[in-house]
């Protein structure tokens, strides 16, 4: 059995199409996309061409379909929203085949998943970005095996009409409160990234800058060999550039400003120090570029770990944005001292956040964002929690998924009457983030309530993403 499993290309934004989203086509990438598939499965056998009877699913395996001389065959198993059952129902049917089937990016994910709970190996990260494959293969009796191949590039992608470079392999090294986080990636400006490599390493400076107000000698002669380790892997990828940004850790510092420069010098690029809105706004945009529906007024929130980014607005621009003292470790170093946490201090924190965010509220009730988009190590460390609550595996999406308030309200019970050990032996838990998710899970929680946000988008862009798509001209402006 061998199967390419196909996520259509890049199609037009929804929110610029307004007729049936079963019509929507695709982008100028996205039919560059469909041609470079044709290439890129050069001497593949491949038998049968299934798809999903969407617009954007047949147009790209036409140019595949065309250059075999197959009949592109539409499935409504394969078509978006489908239940996960359906589509291994077809598997199952083209045992004996070498096919090529084009699905959605809320089916294919949830299908791996399945194969995986069923025995398959599923060969590193599991992605799922528009335009690439999944290739599963085995023997009758074998053991299934799923590799992914990134979505084909062509030399169009890289210059426009004018000549003008549209394409960027980068490397963005944030140093943040908890960690010092670097992403390799490229960037187009068509506002698609593909993910090249992530490296983290967890410095706590948030922490130390609450106890002390300035980094002590030790922690900074870490922090600048740790800059230089992960400089070398961005290096080793061979980027173009390399983007360090620092927030509220290096912004509040009394000597954050000498450590950036001394960054600077150690990467051989300078470290820009990120203003509270300059988060916020890059957040932003992540969020807009990332979802295909981003018509809506929505409200972005970031945790980190020495602040809460919060902005607003819609595709176009943001409205308003702020920035909160509200970050997991600077709150945990605030209030914290006991494990598990006393009922007076989860008070005590709900009191804070309410008292951080009361000044905002009528603003952005003024502007009324119809949902919450909601990123950052620890909220996506509690989606994961959430997740294995369900009974579900989720390794890793490009889509956001949503988090109840009730299930967080359920999480933040359970972190906050654990210990240490305890929190440890949860399903799902993030050993490098354990200590900080009771607080996170207490400040996201107050927060949503004190929104009235019933659901979150859980996101796994953010500002780091947002820095990429700023580099290609791409990010949110402000009105």
């Not at 929110?15 to 982008?27: F, K, N, Q, T």
């Not at 190996?121 to 590799?147: N, Y």
């Not at 030790?218 to 400089?231: D, F, G, H, S």
């Not at 019970?413 to 009771?438: F, N, T, W, Y």
Request: positive net charge; glycine residues 8%.
């Amino acid at each position: 059995m061998k199967i390419h499993l196909l996520r259509h290309a890049k199609a037009l934004k929804r929110s610029r199409w307004e007729r049936p989203d079963e019509l929507r086509p695709l982008s100028g990438l996205g039919r560059r996309q469909a041609l470079g598939l044709v290439e890129l499965l050069a001497g593949e056998p491949i038998d049968r061409i299934v798809s999903s009877p969407h617009l954007r699913c047949r147009e790209s395996v036409e140019p595949l379909a065309s250059a075999r001389k197959l009949r592109v065959e539409l499935d409504g198993r394969l078509a978006e929203g489908q239940r996960v059952a359906k589509a291994l129902e077809l598997l199952a049917s083209l045992e004996d085949c070498r096919a090529l089937l084009c699905s959605h990016g809320d089916l294919i994910p949830d299908l791996l998943c399945e194969l995986e709970e069923r025995g398959a190996e599923i060969v590193g990260d599991l992605r799922c970005e528009k335009g690439a494959l999944w290739v599963l293969e085995g023997e009758p009796g074998s053991r299934l095996r799923a590799t992914y191949l990134p979505p084909p590039r062509s030399e169009k992608d890289a210059v426009d009409d004018r000549g003008v470079v549209r394409q960027l392999r980068a490397a963005v090294l944030d140093l943040g409160s908890t960690s010092f986080h670097l992403l390799v990636a490229s960037a187009s400006s068509d506002g698609e990234l593909e993910h090249i490599a992530s490296e983290r390493a967890m410095l706590r400076l948030g922490a130390v800058i609450q106890q002390s107000g300035s980094i002590p000698e030790e922690i900074c002669t870490r922090a600048l060999e740790t800059a230089r380790k992960l400089a070398r892997v961005a290096q080793r990828h061979g980027v173009e550039r390399i983007l360090p940004v620092a927030t509220a850790a290096l912004r509040e510092a009394a000597n954050g400003a000498l450590l950036a420069e001394q960054i600077s010098g150690a990467v051989g690029a300078p470290v820009r120090l990120l203003s509270g809105e300059e988060e916020a706004r890059l957040m932003f945009a992540a969020f807009r570029h990332q979802e295909e529906d981003a018509s809506d007024v929505r409200l972005g929130l970031d945790l980190g770990g020495g602040s809460l980014e919060l902005a607003i607005g819609d595709e176009t621009a943001i409205a308003w944005e702020a920035t909160l003292p509200l970050g997991a470790a600077r709150v945990h170093a605030q209030i914290v001292r006991s494990d598990p946490m006393r009922a007076a201090e989860v008070r005590s924190l709900r009191a804070l956040v309410r008292s951080r965010l009361d000044p905002h509220l009528a603003a952005i009730r003024r502007r009324a964002p119809t949902r919450c988009t909601a990123t950052g190590g620890s909220v996506r460390a509690l989606m994961r929690l959430a997740a294995a609550r369900r009974g579900r595996r989720k390794r890793s999406s490009e889509s956001p998924t949503e988090l109840s308030l009730r299930e967080l309200c359920e999480l933040r019970k359970a972190l906050v009457s654990a210990d240490h050990e305890k929190r440890l032996r949860m399903p799902g838990i993030s050993r490098q983030r354990a200590d900080l998710l009771p607080c996170a899970a207490v400040v996201v929680e107050t927060v949503a309530d004190a929104l009235g946000f019933e659901r979150l988008q859980i996101s796994d862009w953010g500002l780091r993403e947002g820095v990429l798509l700023e580099a290609v001209g791409l990010a949110c402006s402000a009105r």
